[in-house]
């Protein structure tokens, strides 16, 4: 706590000198994000910075409500089956790039290749696990195709970001994005902000915002001293203990769930017994409590949340037992051993903090933990590259689909990106699950994958943690279930 303070102090003190910069006046909003995008090509990495800048340059063929409903978007309509793997797709009239590129058929159809070309190689492979091509039927109306029935179709049609096939080919599209969203893009300066400025053209309900300025502020304090001293409208990942002193705060359980990667292919974590034994060492109940003010739940031993399809009611989190983790400990001839942990500081909610607690959690049990801190561009890097995993690996994951599927296939699945297994039996469960339309037997094959993954501790389920936001007394936002930073949404006074 004290910490935490003396970075808030720190930050008064550094706009009391004049740091930062200037409050945004009239229809401009300033937002603070704990890091900086690392790309600004919306199909490529797996970023919550770009998204939180992306989610409001770009339109998505459906989209979802504050409360999570599904509904259409660039698609004029829900998409209908029209057999077992086709999915027909129609799309709105007369909507356009921000550079006049028509919205149309072509662009869906591109943005759908491009996306699942292996050679692109994008780290969001695992929302369109399925999907095997896209053909134009006319200049409104696409055929998506699946390699098997996939009951979740349109779940991953709202996270396809639609781009243009003229623009998207330019060597500069990663820094200069251009989509049909209600901002476009003015400018980026790297290190500092991007700021974006209203689409007068925009399809849909006109933004009330003009202007938006996004800042790349890691420390927690700093970001929330920007907020006291108002020089910014809306911050992310307030700190929980700092929600009653802020102009306004809002906070809703979220779909992010904080886990530690173990890997089950190399190294003392190869051994099932200390995987087990790393679960078993950590609190969550204090973490939760503690560390995260009551605005966090403890995971129920799977990565899912009990609204998410497949999620399995009879596993539980692994108990706070000390004892037995010294056991199994010692049973697979671990004790002392050094485990290397691999994490990342701004990007979620204390981060850092929750590596170094698990950390220290992990020492108590006898295991020599060596915390290794990196930017996120680095940090991602070392996620998505098998060859460079650690033992352990901190990483929030949020399922947007709300079904298994996404969160199996990108972590789970032997061969996922971000997996550290090589489990044949949990990968034949899952590729069962993704194409099963029986609702009954889907949830039957995810159920024992939860229970296998849980019994071979292939991660440390830690927490599901709420999304918490700082907000200028002038900003109203309700949030969203889905932690999309929607400016078209917010009103200013």
Known sequence: ????????????????????????????????????????????????????????????????????????????????????????VKLRSGVSFHNGEKMNADAVVHSVQR????????????????????????????????????????????????????????????????????????????????????????????????????RFVEEPGTRLAGLMAGEFDLITNLLPEFTQQVPKSIHILGLEHPIIILNADKGVTKDARVRQALNYAVDKEALAKGLFEGFAQVAEGQLLSPSFFGFNPEVKAYPYDVAKAKELLKEAGAEGATVELVGTSGRWLKDRELVEAVAAYWQKAGINAKVRIFEFNEYLNRLFDRKTRADGIFVVSSNELLDADKSFSAYYQAGGIGSSNSDANLATLIDAARSETDVQ?????????????????????????????????????????????????????
């Open 1 to 88: 706590m004290k910490a935490y303070r003396w970075l808030w102090l720190t930050g008064i003190m550094m706009v009391a000198m004049g740091v930062t910069g200037a409050w945004a006046a009239g229809s401009s909003v300033t937002i603070a994000l704990g890091s900086e995008p690392t790309t600004l090509d919306p199909q490529l990495r797996e970023d919550g910075g770009e998204r939180a800048v992306n989610d409001n340059i770009y339109d998505t063929v459906l989209t979802r409500s504050p409360k999570g409903d599904l509904i259409p978007s660039l698609a004029v309509a829900m998409p209908t089956l029209v057999d077992a793997t086709t999915w027909e």
């Open 115 to 214: 996306i699942i070309d292996p050679e692109f190689n994008s780290e969001q492979i695992s929302f369109f696990s399925t999907i095997t091509g896209a053909k134009k039927v006319d200049d409104l109306t696409v055929h998506v195709t699946t390699k098997g029935p996939d009951p979740i179709l349109p779940s991953r049609l709202y996270w396809l970001k639609v781009v243009p096939p003229q623009h998207s080919q330019d060597a500069k599209f990663a820094e200069m994005p251009v989509g049909t969203g209600p901002y476009q893009m003015v400018g980026w300066k790297r290190g500092q902000s991007i700021e974006l400025k209203r689409n007068d053209t925009y399809w849909g309900t006109k933004p009330q915002i003009e202007q938006v300025s996004y």
């Open 441 to 493: 037997k889907r949830a039957s094959l995810y159920h024992q994958a939860v229970k296998l993954a849980h019994d071979q501790a292939y991660f440390v389920w830690l927490l599901n943690i709420e999304d918490v936001y700082g907000l200028s007394e002038r900003l109203n936002w309700p949030g969203r279930v889905d932690a999309r930073l929607l400016v078209q949404e917010m009103m200013v006074k």
